[in-house]
């Protein structure tokens, strides 16, 4: 969990997204056998080689009628890995549910928020500052850090019905069904934070593009929530979306990171 360090503070101090993109991946997302396996990972925009995995082993699963079934998976090094029978056929969103992956303590320091760190915790880098060495009275704030990354899988043939939203923490809903998305179509989502939409900037990379002649990368907003993606050739995509934490309730700062990988049929 090293780089968790290096990486996350951006996260917090900036909203955007990050320079390491959470992702849970599927071996198949459209099995025939009622067993789906993923991996979940955060990975510097090579997809899908993993970095290490998001901290973490608690895994949901949620059928087309939204009922939610959990599971534990295991943390290897470099990436975590999670099983799960699928009792019926249909359409499931499997999801790393939402997860405090670290906290960092911010200083307001000449009207900005840095990155502080007392000497007994490590040695202090920039871009952290010497909490010790602060002028008395400097306000000092613990900001959470929570990382969410799901997919959506169906078995033998997709449900009629998309899997409801959570309604907790910041989500990617799908309005197009993410299991019947085509190269030449769109994909329609929104944008929701503890259920409500929210107006936020995402991003979206194309998965297993190594050796492509070009890569591929999006960045937009979504009005009110409301996003849609043209996609022009098939493949697997992440969409990545985040929010300051200096948008949420400040007695409770958090800032959110969530992804969702999308299969794109030809």
Do not use: C
């Not at 699963?61 to 939204?66: H, K, P, R, S, Y």
């Not at 022009?232 to 007695?251: A, C, F, K, M, Q």
């Amino acid at each position: 969990m090293r780089n968790l360090i290096l990486t996350l503070p951006l996260i917090a101090l900036t909203g955007a997204a990050s320079a390491h993109t959470p992702y849970l991946a599927p071996f198949n997302f459209a099995p025939t056998q009622p067993i789906v396996t993923v991996q979940n990972a955060l990975t510097d925009n090579t997809f899908f080689v993993p970095e290490f995995p998001i901290k973490g082993d608690d895994y949901e699963v949620t059928d087309a009628g939204g009922t939610v079934s959990t599971g534990k998976g295991i943390s290897l090094a470099e990436l975590g890995l999670f099983e799960t029978k699928l009792p019926r056929e249909g359409t499931y969103r499997i999801s790393t549910g939402n997860r405090d992956v670290r906290t960092l303590t911010l200083a307001q320091i000449d009207g900005k928020w840095k990155p502080v760190k007392m000497p007994e915790n490590g040695v202090v880098n920039p871009p952290f500052v010497d909490q010790s060495k602060l002028p008395t009275g400097t306000k000092v704030i613990p900001v959470k850090t929570m990382v969410r990354a799901e997919t959506y899988i169906s078995y033998n043939k997709p449900s009629d019905r998309v899997p409801p939203p959570a309604n907790e923490g910041l989500e990617i809903a799908p309005v197009t069904h993410p299991n019947r998305v085509f190269a030449g179509q769109s994909f329609a989502f929104t944008l929701l934070f503890d259920g409500k939409p929210v107006t936020a900037e995402y991003q979206v990379f194309r998965a297993n593009d190594a050796y492509a002649t070009a890569s591929f990368s999006l960045s937009a907003t979504a009005e009110e929530g409301k996003g849609r993606i043209e996609f022009s050739e098939p493949g697997i995509y992440v969409i990545e979306v985040s929010r300051n934490w200096t948008l949420g309730n400040p007695d409770d700062p958090r800032t959110w990171l969530t992804s969702l990988t999308l299969e794109v049929a030809p």
